[in-house]
Nanobody, 122 residues
């Protein structure tokens, strides 16, 4: 089992920045690729970004490319999502997820966190 706990969400004005963190515990963090997803009210959960176990390979959704950056620090069992130039349409609950394999942009992850709310005001 892998436990994932997200933090860093909150309320921010449009154009602002937030950094989300996801702390993992339970199994060897560096064995897992990690992903970030988000779900806005009334919408399906969607892929945001993913990163390989080594950090050398990353994928980012087109809607956030150039604004969001995923990274990880295996020594701290933590993955991050730096979000810049935030827009009201980025408002959602953000989830991190872990998969024992290569990073992927679909919902086929093995473990999920509980989510953290990000609200962007206009």
């Amino acid at each position: 089992q892998v436990q994932l706990v997200e933090s860093g969400g909150g309320l921010v004005q449009a154009g602002g920045s937030l950094r989300l963190s996801c702390a993992a515990s339970g199994r060897t963090f560096s064995n897992y690729a990690m992903g970030w997803f988000r779900q806005a009210p009334g919408k399906e959960r969607e892929f945001v970004a993913a990163i390989s176990w080594s950090g050398r390979v990353t994928y980012t959704a087109g809607s956030v490319k150039g604004r969001f950056t995923i990274s990880r620090l295996n020594a701290k069992d933590t993955v991050y999502l730096q979000m810049n130039s935030l827009k009201p349409e980025d408002t959602a609950v953000y989830y991190c997820a872990a998969v024992a394999g290569p990073p992927r942009d679909d919902r086929g992850y093995d473990y999920w966190g509980q989510g953290t709310q990000v609200t962007v005001s206009s």
